[in-house]
């Protein structure tokens, strides 16, 4: 029998999350571990108390909404994501994942049917990482990658600390790190990218993630006079900037397979003036490819270009590698539970990697795990525009609830 999901009560429950630190422009600012933030795990919170469903949480504020199955003494079948968001982000990323589990929970409720498993539905604290870097820290924490001690003291711009912030919310449990353990986990998404709209595709059944390093770069050279200082006697900061921004750009842009990928997402001059030399800037730097050999190679370059800036300009270059995500390959059952739900229901799809990280990355080094992506408009994320169609919203949930159900009833999932 085929259990059919509530696809018109998903579409209004994301658009009442949505109201939850809505922006001007039709998207979301929930930073975690805001008010806002805190108010939308408080609205799922109760909606889950609505059907029984009631909330653990951990020392780093992750949570974990249980539905018993007929065999409690087993390890759960988990889907989840991520509420908060980027500050100004859109509707549905990561909260898609969220609010399905929701939706397939009040379908099994409805329909007073219980899997052998018990379920998980979760919530992880900061993917984002906007607001305290780096990102998916949280998931990171639950799977041993961070230390709870090393998530709590990270601050956020304004010198306030993730534990912090976190006593603020109330939400910090008692629940211990690595807690509970899980038997699988799922994560529906949005691409977050135009290849599934591209192709005219319903689904993405994702078989891993990219690696990525993130990198703070600072860039010292001394100001001066904009009128009487020579260019060749000049120690300009941003145009050291500027030459690695193009370099390493060109590098980028000269791999054909179109797998190598650069972006610089911030860059701050210190005391800038219109007359003056700039001495000293800050930015960002993040490096990804789908293969770690290659996201090494690419590493080694960034280095080598910094070193040439050193020759070239003059400057002083300080790199701090804030972040190593390495290449993830997802399980093979949990890839094919997707796949056989997917086909099932006659759905257009395709095999992807994940261009993006996500909280899967690191539930995959504890569980067996694999996501779920569904087109998103002109493939926009991290952006006010940010848009997918409740159809596309329901058919991802109903793919989910399939595969989820599987893996809730079936006792051979391995790592």
Known sequence: MQVSIDGQRLWSSLMAMAEIG???????????????????????????????????????????????????DLEPAAVGSHLDTQPKGGRFDGVLGVLAGLEVFRTLHDQQIVTERPLELIVWTNEEGSRFAPAMMASGTYAGVFTVDETLARQDEKGISFGQALEETGMKGSLPIGEPRLASFLELHIEQGPVLEEEGLDIGVVTGVQGMRWFDLTIEGSAAHAGTTPMAYRHDALAAAARLIDRLYAIAATDTSGDSKVTFGCLEI?????????????????????????????????????????????????PQRLWNSPVVAFNDQCIASIEQATKARGIA??????????????????APTA?????????????????????????????????????????????
């Not at 919170?45 to 059907?51: F, M, S």
């Not at 653990?56 to 007929?70: E, K, Q, Y």
């Not at 090494?296 to 070239?312: C, Q």
């Not at 395709?350 to 504890?366: F, I, N, P, Q």
């Open 349 to 366: 799809y395709r095999r992807m990697l994940s261009g993006a990280g996500h909280d899967a990355v690191y539930v995959a080094r504890e």
């Open 22 to 72: 809505a922006t001007t422009n039709g998207g979301s600012n929930r930073l975690a571990l805001t008010p806002e933030d805190t108010a939308g795990r408080q609205q799922l919170i109760e909606w889950c108390a609505d059907i029984g469903c009631h909330v653990r949480s951990d020392a780093v504020g992750n949570l974990f909404f249980r539905r018993p199955g007929t065999r409690d």
């Open 371 to 415: 996501m779920i992506f569904i087109p998103c408009r002109d493939g926009i994320s991290h952006n006010e525009a940010e848009y997918a169609t409740p159809e596309q919203c329901a058919l991802g949930t109903q793919v989910l609830c399939d595969a989820l159900l599987h893996n809730a009833n079936d006792l051979e999932v391995t790592q």
């Open 270 to 318: 210190d005391t800038p003036s219109r007359n003056v030399i700039p001495a000293r800037v800050t930015l960002t730097v993040d490096l990804r490819h789908v293969h770690d050999d290659q996201l090494d190679t690419l590493e080694a370059r960034f280095y080598s270009e910094l070193d040439a800036l050193v020759e070239t300009f003059g400057v002083v270059v300080t």
